[in-house]
T-cell receptor, first 116, second 116 residues
């Protein structure tokens, strides 16, 4: 299993541009999460999803949108990028239903985004 | 509301010293889960351990050990005979069973530097 994969690894955006951060997991996990980690800080939850077609806001959702059309994919959309969105973005997943429930989250390698 | 406090922002030790990273949590739930993650300089988040609220047994894994005490709401992490490769930021996290999807709260992290 590749686990949780994220693309791109790095990106520089100009103010006002838009982009989508991709996240895919191949572990058949139903729960997926997006976090941001600002320099020297902990992780803050942006959005999460408990399954395909179901998403909900976390602590810091403003300026972002998500969708979950499949179990595997959970893209994060940034509209009208702002310097305050400069951060490292982590996608994570875990399994809640059926057998093999995982209470811990498994993280992707992160996407480092700079908005100038 | 749930909260995780890691009062030690940065710790420096010399190789082979023992070091304890403190974690204090707040929750109203009687069932919850505690976690430790490691973030090495490469940036990925590595799951280390999970502990259930109903299991206060301490755990040892090689040079790592964890001391869970419900009476003081603490879940401390000790590295014995530290090594340079232990240098990383360590995060403690809490998840309440009653609000699983949304509430996975991270502490601010403790940066550990192990000097040769």
């Amino acid at each position: 299993n590749a686990g949780v994969t994220q693309t791109p690894k790095f990106r520089i955006l100009k103010i006002g541009q838009s982009m989508t951060l991709q996240c895919t997991q191949d572990m058949n996990h139903n729960y997926m999460y997006w976090y941001r980690q600002d320099p020297g800080m902990g992780l803050k939850l942006i959005y999460y999803s408990v399954g395909a077609g179901i998403t909900d806001k976390g602590e810091v959702p403003n300026g972002y949108n998500v969708s979950r059309s499949t179990t595997e994919d959970f893209p994060l959309r940034l509209e009208l990028a702002a310097p305050s969105q400069t951060s490292v973005y982590f996608c994570a997943s875990r399994k809640e239903q059926g057998t093999g429930i995982t209470y811990e989250q498994y993280f992707g390698p992160g996407t480092r985004l700079t908005v100038t | 509301a749930q909260k995780v406090t890691q009062a030690q922002t940065e710790i420096s030790v010399v190789e082979k010293e023992d070091v304890t990273l403190d974690c204090v949590y707040e929750t109203r739930d009687t069932t919850y889960y505690l976690f430790w993650y490691k973030q090495p300089p490469s940036g990925e988040l590595v799951f280390l351990i999970r502990r259930n609220s109903f299991d206060e047994q301490n755990e040892i894994s090689g040079r790592y050990s964890w001391n869970f005490q419900k009476s003081t709401s603490s879940f401390n992490f000790t590295i014995t005979a530290s090594q340079v490769v232990d240098s990383a930021v360590y995060f403690c996290a809490l998840s309440e069973a009653t609000n699983y999807g949304q509430n996975f709260v991270f502490g601010p992290g403790t940066r550990l530097s192990v000097l040769p």
